[in-house]
């Protein structure tokens, strides 16, 4: 309680208002410049349940919002016990109503990672839109370090997926646990396996709660 109470103090302090709250024990960073637009009334809340990682020592969250990094919210969120959301400079996570992420997951973003509405995300699921690091080609040119990840809303995603750069996942989607996706996924297709690939077409989650 005193540990939530603390967090909630530091984020209004950084934010000056209470649309990110921060439940229990975690390691927050707030870079000048940071900020959170609700385009719509709710909260993100960083830090519920104890799905799949129910340990002491996982149970906190780190939130790292680095200089004139943005986080968007439209409605009511959640995200797991033991998460990390890491936005670098001028970077923007975006996330919609009534999604949840479960525990453990890392969110890490160097442009911009979004994320619809009545989105399942499981427990230990790694969103990144960057490689963090570049490569030569043999032309002489750089890599493509960052590419935006999108989400459509209705996307059910396994525990222990990865999603990598400039992948956009269809509304009505579902990635099976432990995919690795490097490639865009079709609306209403089911992916399995690593790298992920279609299995099954023309579905559409049901029954979600938040």
Not at 50 to 74: E, K, Y
Not at 157 to 173: E, P, Q, R, W
Request: proline residues 1%; charged residues 15%; contains cysteine.
């Amino acid at each position: 309680m005193l540990s939530t109470l603390w967090n909630k103090l530091i984020v209004y302090w950084k934010l000056k208002h209470s649309f990110l709250c921060v439940k229990g024990k975690a390691k927050i960073r707030i870079k000048k410049g940071a900020s959170v637009t609700q385009r719509t009334q709710g909260k993100l809340i960083v830090g519920y349940g104890d799905g799949a990682i129910a340990r002491f020592t996982h149970t906190g969250c780190n939130i790292n919002l680095m200089q004139h990094s943005r986080l968007v919210l439209n409605g009511n969120s959640k995200i797991g016990l033991g998460s990390a959301l890491t936005l670098e400079e001028g970077a923007v996570f975006e996330i919609g109503n009534s999604t949840y992420i479960s525990a453990g997951a890392t969110l890490r973003s160097a442009q911009k990672i979004s994320i619809g509405d009545q989105c399942a995300i499981s427990w230990n699921v790694t969103i990144l839109d960057s490689d963090f690091h570049e490569y030569t080609l043999e032309d002489g040119s750089l890599s493509v370090k960052t590419k935006e990840v999108k989400i459509g809303n209705n996307v059910w995603i396994g525990n222990n997926v990865l999603i990598l750069k400039g992948v956009t996942i269809g509304d009505n989607a579902i990635i099976a646990a432990g995919s690795v996706v490097t490639k865009s996924v079709p609306h209403g297709t089911i992916v399995a396996g690593n790298p992920a690939k279609i299995i099954k077409s023309g579905v559409t989650p049901t029954n979600l709660k938040f």
